[in-house]
Structure formats: structure tokens, C-alpha cells
């Protein structure tokens, strides 16, 4: 339906649970959509955080995934800043699906094998045209937001719900009930949130403690993992859908939490929302601008919209971003951002894919417990583009467990950062393992608040661990490369777009067409009658213009001029050229010939020259030395357009392209053969690799019935490289021109 289509990646991955439904109907789903994903004649996939798919084993969901799209594409793309994660087994299914003849067993991941398959660019090291650091500095700090004495009431409800979940916790343990040690962490997150929070929290599990049975539903298979992926507002709205049974007590302790937040809540505004308030009033101040844009970050939707009434009370314009809203309500969100609005306050799941460069000011008004969240949010506004050093202010509550731990491990972790010359935490820390480190890091630090600093170096050797794994593993991707940027300068001034434009242009007003300039765009009518305006042949005009139509030479109605160009037509004048640095009786004929092979799946082509004097005489030095002129740019184009070629002289030409070329001809076959002779031997390793994993199955019947597959699967190739060494040659006409000497 769609040329092109953008997807979370769990939307597509195969489904492996659905209420109500069999094994066979999960199944027929599931190779339903498959069939549809890997049928839709895709040209291109790319994956984006692509070590995702990796997955714990070749089983898992994501992985499967993975397998369908390196099927349904020609061409596959995968981008990871964290590709290895210090798991050789996960790495080598990712570089599998780019080639799985390649990567067999964990013995064929090698940095030789791997160095075709990989191109790395390290972050710090991304440059402009001009060679200037594309990314900004960054500068993070925590707030420690105090209790003073009109805030005694808040304090002590923190205290009072850090006894509640203690105590709710160690009895969750005892019973062997994890989902009830879930929210009691969720509660004392709640409470470092807002007071708002908890008492939204406080009354949901209030009105489910008094129904009269317990009713499960997503606890009775949760893995710590899968709750762990989910962020503060997803935890939140799943305990909320779910009833089970209440500890010892509990409907009478939360009554009395409740009362007491509602009673907080009447005191006035919570300590951290009025430390929010000074500090947008001192960055102001700090950075110079009056209409300073700030963006605010929170985990729960209930401290989102009560710091929005909180600062729209004080005159203050906010927008609100979260993960119940749909694409358009951000978009429009973003927008007003972008204008007016001076601060925007995002969840963690409403700030996924934003792009807010013009913002170079981050607030985590709570904290997750993953500093890889942290990252993640940090990168809303450290992109491309950002033209201000980046802050974020880190907000805590000091005298608490959380600022305690917090402080000491952000203290830790940027050593290890130094000492691994590691530029952001996230390739450190985005795995699934680094979030459960953290996780166990918080609970017992709530648990056991006097061994904070022996629990935080417990967790800190863990992260060092997996960064010394991860550092070992970078090895095997070779050394990031350097970037030059002539290159991008070249590009960025290329001709290509003004050609385009001009063989477009001239092609419809000589073909019954029209082309009219109308203000920064053109209007084009088609021969065919077909419109298009405003149409627009360069990236820089594209930018400045983006509802124009981007024309290009992959654009179809483009490709269908060039296509229509015949290579060289009897009598077709040449244009002539004279060569400095040439006798100046020097005078004939060249021409530019591509030689190519075709074969299935692969091609090659190399280029000759060739130059015919007036003589007779085909001059093999000058033709390459007119070539390396004409390369260089060092010739002139004479007045006028020389004589035509005819028939006779072209004859000449191919024949002297013939002879010349065979030995080219030849060394194009045997670099055909060696890569068939490079691919032979890598097949060869693959198949007695998977022979040596299909003879350790102990059933005789099973491990047969893998062998004859195995043998079809080999056969099936054998036919395959067979038909790839039969060889079709072709000879092409590319450029013709008449050449005169200049002494």
C-alpha cells in the first residue's frame, strides 16, 4: 500500500501470547504476517537499534524478526551504537542475518570476517564540511531540592511511604509474591515523583483493595525483565488494571497514606515543584534570554499535569507530551514548542523520536532508575544541529535514599567512563542485563539504606565488567573510521542537480511539454499532460521549500529521460576538445568504452579508452594520457561542436576496443573467480559447521532428518554457484569526442 513505511520494531516481531488464542491460531497469525512482511518486494530495510534483535536465543521473537527481514530485502542496514554488548553469541546472530553463510558458529566471528560487513563512526568523532564536532558539549549536574520547614508534611509523607514499602517488600519476599514487591518500588518512586502521584497511586490501590476477590492477569507469567522494559507510566497503568490480594494490614495503612497526601497536597505546592520554578527563573538569567525553552522531563502522568496547572497558574505557557496521544496531538505539541510555549513536559514514552535541537536545556524532574533513560532523554535535544552546549539538571530530594545513591554512582560511573575513554553512558549501559543491575541497585538500597555505598560499588563493578567486556568486543570492529571532510564539501557542491534540472527542462520543451519558472520552484507539464508543481532539483532548494517536489535522478519520470537516451547515433556530432600538454599534431578521435561481465547476483565493469589519430594509427599512451587529462579537468572545450562520426570510424573504434580490452576482459574473469573461489571456501566452513552442530543431536531419527535438509540446502547452492560461472561479456560506447593537441 505504502513506498515507503516507518514501524516500531515489536509491532512486527511474531506474537507469542494472545488471550484466547491456541498455539495454531498464534501460529497461522504468525505465518500470515510473516508471508505478507517478507512478500512486499521491500528494496531497502533498515533497523535501527538493531542489536535488539539479537535476542537471547536464536528462538526469541526479535530474532525471528530479524531472519524474516534479511529475507524479504535485497539490502539490509543495520544501525547500533552498541552492537556487541560483550555477548559473542548475540553478536554473531546480528551479522548473521547480513550473511548467515559467513557467520555459522561463534568461531567464524573474527575481525577479518567481520571488517566487509561493518562501517563505524564513532560519535565524538562526526564532523561538518568544515571539520568542526557535529555534537556539542554537555554539561549535567543534580539538584538537591531540601525540605524547609513548611514542607515537614511532605517529608513525612516520604517517610511514611518508605516504612510502607520496606515493610510491604520483606513480606512480598517471605510470600513469593515479586508482583507485589513491584509496587511497592513503583510507590516509593511515586513518592520522590509528586505528591500528586502517590496520592493518584494511593487511591487506585485503596478502590482495588476493597473489591472483594483477587482477580490476576498480567502477573501470573511477568518476568522481571518485561517489567523492567517497561517505563515509570506503563508500570503505573498496569498495577492500576490489576487486583490482587492486599498484606497484612494494608487497606488500613493506605488510608492513612492517602489521607495524608491529600492533606499535603492542601499545604500548598511540593518542595521540588517550587525549586523548578527558581531554577527556570535562574537559567533565565544564566543564558541571557528572557523566553529561555526549557524541556521536562517526569515518569508519571499525574506530576505532568500538575506541574503544567502549576506553572500555567504562574504565568508560564506549557505543552504536554505523553504516550497516550497520538502522532498528530504531538506533532501539534511540538510545534507550539517551537513557537510560543516555554516549556514542554514530556514521559518518557511521549519523548521518544522527538527532535528539539532549538531546546538545549533538560530537566529530569524524577529520576528512573536506569541512567540509560537518562540518556535517552538527554537525547531529545544532544543531536545534530544543537547549536548551545547542552545542560541537564538532574532534581533529587537530598536527605534521601535515592540522592544518596544516586550521587555516589554518578560519581563512579563517570570514572569508568574516563577510564574506558567512553564518551556516553548508553554504550555502557543499553542492554537489558545494565538495567537489572540497577533495579536491584535501587531496591536495596531502599531496603537497607546505611549499605548505600557498599551496594553501589557492587553495582559499579558489575557496569565495569560489562564495559571491559564491550571494550574486548570493540576490537572486533576495527578502528572507527576516519572522516574527511572534503568529501562532504564535494557533494555538497556537485553539479548533479543543475544537469538534472537542464536535461529535465529542455527534454519537456522539446518533447510537446512545458516548464515554467514560478518563484523558487518550477511548474512542469508532462507530454502526457501530467502536472507537477512546485518541483525543485536540489537538496539546499528542497530544504528551503518543503512542500516542493524533490526531483532527482532516481525520480521515476527522470529515469524514464535517461533511460530513453540512446548511447551514440550514426553521424552524432562530438564535441572537441583540445589537451594541453599534447603535441600539436596530435589530432583524432577518443573514446571512452566500459567493459563489463554480468553473471546472477553479480556484475563488474572496468573502463578503456581509446584513440584513433587521423592517421589510422589507434594509440593506446595518448588514449590514457588524453584520459587522465580530461580527469583532471585539464583541457578546453573548443568553439563550436566538431564533425559527426560515421559508421566507418565507429567500426575502428570497437574493433581497437575489442583487442585493447580483451586482456581487461580476461582480468574481470578472474577476479569473478576468485570471489566464487572466496565464496566456495566460506560455504565450504558454513555447511561442515552446521554438519558438526547436527551430529551433536542425540535422536538418530531427528539428527538424519537435519542432515537431509542439509543436504537439499547444499545441492540447492551447488545448482545456484553453478549458473554464477557462466559469464555474459558487453561492450559499451560511454563518451566520444574529438581531440586536438595544444603544445
Not at 152 to 178: H, M, S
Amino acid at each position: 500500500m505504502f513506498p515507503q513505511v516507518i514501524v516500531p520494531m515489536d509491532s512486527v516481531k511474531p506474537v507469542e501470547k494472545r488471550r484466547g488464542w491456541t498455539k495454531g491460531d498464534l501460529a497461522d497469525y504468525n505465518r500470515q504476517r510473516f508471508d505478507d512482511l517478507v512478500s512486499a518486494g521491500w528494496d531497502l530495510v533498515i533497523v535501527d537499534e538493531s542489536h535488539r534483535l539479537g535476542g537471547s536465543t536464536d528462538q526469541v521473537a526479535r530474532f525471528k524478526l530479524g531472519k524474516g527481514l534479511a529475507e524479504a530485502s535485497p539490502y539490509l542496514l543495520l544501525l547500533t551504537a552498541t552492537p556487541h554488548q560483550g555477548k559473542t553469541d548475540a553478536f554473531r546472530r546480528i551479522v548473521s542475518l547480513l550473511d548467515e553463510g559467513a557467520f555459522p558458529d561463534e568461531a567464524s566471528v573474527t575481525r577479518d570476517r567481520i571488517a566487509p560487513y561493518v562501517i563505524r563512526t564513532e560519535k565524538r568523532r562526526a564532523i561538518d564540511a568544515e571539520g568542526n564536532p557535529l555534537f556539542k558539549p554537555r554539561r549535567t549536574v543534580m539538584l538537591a531540592v531540601a525540605w524547609d520547614d513548611r514542607h515537614r508534611d511532605q517529608e513525612r509523607l516520604y517517610e511514611a511511604v518508605t516504612t510502607y514499602v520496606q515493610e510491604g517488600y520483606n513480606q512480598a519476599v517471605r510470600e513469593k509474591r515479586n508482583y507485589i514487591g513491584f509496587l511497592m518500588i513503583l510507590m516509593q518512586r511515586l513518592v520522590t515523583s509528586s505528591t500528586c502521584a502517590i496520592r493518584t497511586a494511593l487511591e487506585n490501590r485503596l478502590e482495588a483493595l476493597r473489591e472483594p476477590e483477587a482477580q490476576m492477569t498480567f502477573f501470573e507469567t511477568l518476568e522481571a525483565e518485561e517489567w523492567t522494559d517497561l517505563d515509570g507510566q506503563d508500570q503505573l497503568e498496569t498495577l492500576i488494571r490489576t487486583r490482587f490480594k492486599a498484606l497484612k494490614n494494608e487497606q488500613e495503612e493506605v488510608r492513612v497514606l492517602l489521607n495524608a497526601a491529600r492533606q499535603v497536597e492542601h499545604t500548598g505546592p511540593d518542595a521540588k515543584a517550587e525549586a523548578m520554578l527558581n531554577l527556570v527563573y535562574q537559567l533565565q538569567q544564566e543564558e541571557g534570554e528572557p523566553d529561555l525553552k526549557v524541556l521536562l522531563f517526569t515518569e508519571f502522568v499525574p506530576t505532568q499535569k500538575m506541574l503544567s496547572e502549576f506553572f500555567e497558574e504562574r504565568g508560564i505557557l506549557t505543552v504536554q507530551i505523553n504516550g497516550s496521544m497520538s502522532i498528530d496531538d504531538r506533532l501539534r505539541a511540538q510545534r507550539k514548542f517551537a513557537g510560543d510555549t516555554r516549556i514542554l513536559i514530556s514521559t518518557d514514552a511521549g519523548g521518544e523520536g522527538l527532535n528539539l535541537q532549538f531546546c538545549h536545556v533538560v530537566v529530569n524532574y524524577d529520576m528512573p532508575l536506569n541512567p540509560m533513560r537518562l540518556e535517552q532523554r538527554i537525547g531529545r535535544v544532544d543531536r545534530i544541529g544543537q547549536p548551545h552546549v547542552v545542560r541537564a539538571i538532574n532534581f533529587a530530594y537530598e536527605d534521601t535514599v535515592e540522592f544518596r545513591v544516586r550521587e555516589v554512582l554518578e560519581a563512579k560511573l563517570a570514572v569508568i567512563l574516563e577510564e574506558f575513554g567512553i564518551d556516553k553512558t548508553g554504550d555502557v549501559l543499553d542492554s537489558a542485563q545494565a538495567g537489572q543491575i540497577f533495579d536491584d541497585l535501587y531496591v536495596e538500597s531502599i531496603l537497607n539504606p546505611e549499605g548505600v555505598e557498599e551496594k553501589v560499588a557492587t553495582a559499579v563493578k558489575r557496569v565495569r565488567e560489562q564495559a571491559m567486556a564491550n571494550k574486548q568486543a570493540a576490537s572486533l570492529l576495527g578502528e572507527s573510521t576516519a572522516l574527511d571532510p572534503g568529501m562532504a564539501r564535494e557533494l555538497a557542491d556537485h553539479p548533479m542537480p543543475h544537469w538534472v534540472e537542464q536535461m529535465t527542462v529542455n527534454y519537456l520543451q522539446s518533447h510537446g511539454g512545458r516548464a515554467s519558472r514560478n518563484g523558487p520552484g518550477w511548474e512542469l507539464i508532462w507530454p502526457d499532460g501530467h502536472e507537477m508543481k512546485p518541483v525543485v532539483f536540489s537538496a539546499k532548494e528542497a530544504t528551503k521549500l518543503p512542500a516542493a517536489i524533490h526531483m532527482t535522478l532516481e525520480s521515476p519520470r527522470v529515469r524514464g529521460i535517461t533511460s530513453g537516451l540512446p548511447r551514440f547515433i550514426i553521424q552524432q556530432p562530438a564535441p572537441t576538445i583540445c589537451v594541453p600538454n599534447l603535441p600539436a599534431n596530435v589530432k583524432g578521435c577518443w573514446a571512452l568504452w566500459r567493459i563489463q561481465i554480468h553473471t546472477e547476483g553479480w556484475s563488474h565493469r572496468r573502463m578503456l579508452p581509446v584513440f584513433r589519430q587521423t592517421d589510422g594509427r589507434i594509440l593506446a599512451p595518448t588514449a590514457r594520457h588524453i584520459w587522465d587529462q580530461i580527469m583532471s579537468g585539464h583541457f578546453d572545450v573548443a568553439g563550436g561542436v566538431g564533425h559527426g562520426v560515421d559508421e566507418t570510424l565507429f567500426q575502428e573504434l570497437w574493433t581497437a576496443a575489442s583487442e585493447n580490452g580483451q586482456p581487461v576482459f580476461e582480468d574481470c574473469v578472474r577476479k569473478h573467480f576468485d570471489k566464487l573461489r572466496q565464496e566456495e571456501e566460506k560455504s565450504n566452513y558454513s555447511f561442515e559447521a552446521r554438519r558438526r552442530m547436527v551430529g551433536r543431536i542425540g535422536l538418530p531419527e531427528v539428527r538424519a532428518y537435519r542432515l537431509a535438509q542439509l543436504d537439499r540446502e547444499e545441492a540447492e547452492w551447488r545448482s545456484d554457484f553453478n549458473r554464477r560461472q557462466h559469464l555474459s561479456p558487453e561492450l559499451v560506447l560511454l563518451v566520444i569526442a574529438n581531440v586536438e593537441g595544444k603544445s
